[in-house]
């Protein structure tokens, strides 16, 4: 059985899709882990306005934290539209019972349409308790100079203003700059002791609804990976520009980003035939590591030889899993004991993982091109990060998991 990282949203309802539960799920997702949801208001809304809101009963909040908390075990937790004082108040209380782990704040207070979301009296109930419970609070410009009381148009301005917000006791504050900072598609993160910018590419498109929604629940998505906070916003901001680069027209006002940019949908029908390539398409010259995520090998078996060109050895009973050139074993990653609670299964049944790391980032992008052509779909883009590393995610035929990575650090040895 498979296993997943558990991410809770404590939102509202957008009825349009783009925002909201429906977008935090739909970003953590996309992210990597499954997404939980408590519902703490609903709207009547689409991409033009929202019209009407109507906030649940406390004690009906409180019965579905209750029924989440008593189950899942919660590797982050994000909190979005909370509308009232009372609902803030009674989601902290919860939140603060439980010493709930990586909570990502976005103190979300107007939509993109105009319309106000969180009542004046829960703005201060907000900064009082539950920005002190925070891993991270994420403000955009407009909600920051509401929460401060300061004029933010660059990025000095940002940072005072962070450094303000970060005194309501949260860990850390992102700063989202959008279109309104001097220097547009620029983010500001604040950890208490250092400021990190996070600059990326500014598109002009009205289909940015859901934006903030889906960066935050990317971020706790990251963070529930394990992932440090300055990398979680870093992939999370990558993941945020490509599904706004990939935005949807639809709707006569703001659309949305498009979670699921990275896939191109189903197979319909019949099972697509894993042809067995005589000789291997790819180069092994220099391959330092060869890693895949993998689930079930057995039945990935006949695409990773043909593809690969390489002999799988499995030896369960020694937990080994290699992949043979023919005379040397190119790598090797096998289970733990220690790791079986998140496999549920026993150990040689299921492995963690495989992965490639290459020469070069020219090399990452042929063997992408490679692998697609033999019918294993591309995940996301080719993303290159500041350390020279670039890598992506593709899939094979089985749904198992291929990340491809080019560490300088590693490779260049």
């Given amino acids: 059985m498979a296993y997943l990282k558990q991410v809770l949203t404590i939102a509202t309802s957008d009825s349009g899709g783009g925002a909201g539960i429906q977008g935090d799920i739909k970003a953590m997702q996309a992210n990597g882990v499954f997404g939980l949801s408590v519902l703490v208001a609903l709207t009547a809304q689409n991409t033009r306005t929202v019209s009407a809101v109507f906030s649940l009963p406390i004690d009906f909040i409180e019965a579905q934290l209750e029924a989440v908390f008593n189950d899942f075990d919660l590797g982050a937790v994000k909190t979005g539209m909370l509308f009232s004082s009372e609902i803030v108040e009674a989601v902290s209380k919860k939140l603060l019972d439980r010493r709930v782990r990586n909570l990502v704040v976005d103190p979300v207070m107007i939509s993109k349409s105009g319309c106000e979301l969180l009542q004046p009296a829960a703005v201060e109930k907000m900064k009082g308790v539950l920005f002190p419970l925070a891993r991270l609070v994420t403000p955009n410009i407009h909600e920051a100079q509401r929460l401060t009381g300061q004029e933010i148009k660059t990025l000095e301005d ?94 006569g006002g703001h659309g949305p980003t498009h979670h699921f940019y990275f896939i191109s949908g189903p197979p319909i029908g019949k099972k697509k035939e894993v042809k067995t390539l005589s000789r291997s398409p790819l180069s092994f010259q220099g391959l330092k590591h060869l890693a895949l995520w993998v689930m079930d090998m057995t039945r990935s078996r006949a695409f990773y030889e043909g593809l690969l060109g390489l002999k799988v050895v499995w030896e369960p009973d020694s937990d080994n899993v290699y992949l043979s050139s023919g005379e040397d074993n190119l790598a090797l990653h096998s289970i733990s004991p220690k790791d079986l609670d998140r496999f549920q299964q026993g150990v040689g049944q299921f492995l963690d993982h495989f992965g490639f790391i290459v020469e070069s980032p020219q090399q990452v992008e042929i063997i992408a091109k490679k692998m697609e052509e033999a019918g294993a779909p591309i995940l996301n883009p080719v993303r290159f990060h500041r350390d020279g590393s670039c890598s992506f995610y593709m899939a094979d035929p089985d749904g198992n998991r291929i990340q491809i990575l080019f560490e300088p650090t590693i490779s260049q040895k």
């Fill in 158 to 251: 940002a940072k005072q203003a962070a450094k303000t917000i970060q005194g309501y006791g949260s860990e850390a504050v992102l700063i989202k700059g959008g279109h309104l900072l001097s220097e547009p598609a620029t983010d500001l993160l604040f950890d208490g002791k250092q400021f990190k910018i996070f600059r990326g590419e500014f598109f002009e498109t009205p289909n940015t609804h859901g934006t903030g929604c889906t960066y935050a629940s990317a971020i706790a998505a990251h963070l529930a990976l394990g992932t440090d906070l300055s990398e979680a916003v870093e992939n999370a901001k990558g993941y945020l520009t490509e599904a706004i680069r990939n935005s949807l027209s639809i709707g």
